[in-house]
């Protein structure tokens, strides 16, 4: 029996990508300040309201603490090695996602739904496609022949 790796990883990319974005939500969660402009998912800052919409009759911020209703860009992330190995074996479906997420802010939309709902699929996508090559390369035995001369 073969292992199916078209099956196999997209389920286990999916699982990572659970694991690192509960452990974002903790972390946002733990930072407490409400209501939230930015939400972090491991190191990339997503903005909740691109185009400001709900922050116009707010005052603005006059001292640079978390109980601001601007928050600062000076939050340091150090992305755990989950994070880096989930992020770095679906580096095309992070491609593919910041651009959808960057053109779909440029519309007004959150950047947070844009990532919640599109990066689960790409990175299924995107191990999918890993899967079916691994799958179609073990069953494909030609690369393991040996060249005959002439």
């Not at 309201?49 to 939050?75: F, H, T, V, Y």
């Not at 779909?104 to 739904?113: N, P, Q, T």
Request: hydrophobic share 50%; with cysteine.
């Amino acid at each position: 029996m073969h292992m199916r790796w078209r099956l196999i990883l997209p389920v286990i990319g999916l699982i990572l990508f659970g694991e690192v974005s509960y452990g974002s939500f903790r972390f946002n969660r733990e930072l407490g300040t409400t209501p939230r402009k930015f939400y972090f998912w491991s190191s990339i800052r997503l903005d909740s309201d691109p185009m400001n919409q709900r922050r116009k009759g707010a005052a603005p911020c006059k001292s640079e603490n978390l109980g601001c209703a601007w928050e600062p860009n000076w939050i340091w992330i150090d992305s755990g090695y989950l994070d880096k190995a989930l992020m770095l074996t679906a580096l095309p479906a992070f491609a593919i996602g910041a651009i959808a997420v960057g053109g779909l802010a440029h519309l007004g939309i959150s950047e947070v739904w844009t990532f919640a709902v599109a990066m689960p699929l790409l990175i299924f996508a995107w191990f999918y496609f890993v899967g079916w090559l691994i799958d179609r390369w073990v069953r494909n035995p030609s690369h393991l022949r040996p060249l005959s001369p002439g």
